[in-house]
């Protein structure tokens, strides 16, 4: 069974600085996608990046970006220019690219990692 | 408005009440998911959905029961309400082509 693994319970960083999480996971599929997800104090649940694993290019969205080493199994996030409202939980979330009996197109998560960010 | 919504947002009850927490979306996703949200948990499949009439276990389904008569609703039902299924849910569907799930803004409820 996979697994996403989210060391860090918590981080925190300097607004305008940059941050990076952390999140490994176990797998022996060869195609799967990984995503990360921000959580806000409203509770909605916001995709920040989605990364296919047959890309070696690493995704990017604005301020946004991973380092996705595929053979380490691991898939950092690392925000720059960190801004208040990057204040939230972050996911880390794993979905097999495969079709077969089981839990097709679930995601499995991480525990989160809670970031602050101070002024 | 187009998206997925979930009802009631809030809800107190009872150990021993059944409660139905309601989960619609508008984009005629196939695939339809319930998870709570527990901490130290990070989020956890309850059950999910293929289709209409197809549903499925997920990592944590005791306690609770599932129906999916149409593509756009999902409901959750807890039979007999206990003090351990205290928690907030998410209702997604997954996007066609993307993958990604959407997910509604979660109902948190609280059992007595």
């Known amino acids: 069974a996979q697994t996403v693994t989210q060391s860090q319970p918590e981080m925190s960083v300097q607004e305008a600085e940059t941050v990076t999480l952390s999140c490994t996971y176990d797998t022996s599929e060869s195609d799967y996608y990984l995503f990360w997800y921000k959580q806000p104090p409203s509770r909605q649940m916001i995709l920040v990046i989605r990364q296919e694993a047959y890309k070696q290019q690493n995704a990017t969205e604005n301020r946004f970006s991973v380092n996705f080493q595929k053979a380490a199994k691991s898939f950092s996030l690392k925000i720059s220019d960190s801004q208040l409202g990057d204040a939230a939980m972050y996911f880390c979330a794993y979905r097999s690219a495969m079709n077969y009996g089981g839990s097709q197109g679930n995601l499995i998560f991480g525990k989160g990692t809670k970031l602050s960010v101070k002024p | ?112």
């Open chain 2, 1 to 112: 408005d187009a998206g997925i919504t979930q009802s009631p947002r809030y809800k107190i009850t009872e150990t021993g009440r059944q409660v139905t927490l309601m989960c619609h979306q508008t984009w005629s996703h196939s695939y339809m998911f319930w998870y709570r949200q527990d901490l130290g948990h990070g989020l956890r499949l309850i059950y999910y959905s293929a289709a209409a009439d197809i549903t499925d276990k997920g990592e944590v389904p005791d306690g609770y029961v599932v129906s999916r008569s149409k593509t756009e609703n999902f409901p959750l039902t807890l039979e007999s309400a206990t003090r351990s299924q205290t928690s907030v849910y998410f209702c997604a569907s997954r996007g066609t082509y993307t993958g990604e799930l959407f997910f509604g803004e979660g109902s948190r409820l609280t059992v007595l």
